[in-house]
């Protein structure tokens, strides 16, 4: 490694993360980090451990290749679930603030791309000052940028207005016509054949005059 620098906020798979002490006091917050965990035997019921992004670090090792890894330093809440977290039945997840992780993980790669998300914390009205230890965070999970969920329903097409009335296109007739209208309403007869006419030669008049010269130079 030749070279380690620190970043405020980092944009990866359309998630803007910021560092909480970046975040803390602006309106959006974008330092809640979520990671799918495998800690547990049955795939279905993995945990999934929530926490605060706290600082973002790049490494840099200088070379050929110039390689850069990227590490996100989060503080985990507890994710034991019933103590440190709970779900709903209709899928809310919930968070003790006061729960934290036991073990000393606190890296995870920036570009952990299939496991990484971006969530929000919201909290609970405190009733009781007293209970104010075992406050719960509620977890919100935030949508990628250029991502909206849903299901789009593609509509008929609607075809062209040619396509849509072939079957009602006019046609247009030839129609001989043998004379003319005036807008008197006088008709006159045409007398004419095309055939008739005489076609005339372009080099008459010169076969002509070279035939006169011939005869006067003898």
Known sequence: MNKASTWP???????MFHTKKHGHRRKTCNYGICVKGDNYSDASDEADFYGILTDIIQLEYVGLL????TLFKCEWYDPTPSRGTRKSENGVVDVLSSGK???YEPFILGTYVLHLKQIKFVIFPIHNKSSSKQTWLNVLKVNPRSNILGKYKNKD??????QENDEDVMHVQEIEVDRLVDTVNHTEE????????ELEDEFQCNISSSDDDENEEM
């Open 190 to 197: 045409i007398d004419f054949d095309v055939g008739d006419a």
């Open 66 to 69: 110039n390689l850069k890894i």
């Open 101 to 103: 992780y036991y073990k």
């Open 9 to 15: 906020m980092y944009f990866t798979r359309g998630y």
């Open 157 to 162: 097409e609607i075809g062209l207005l040619q």
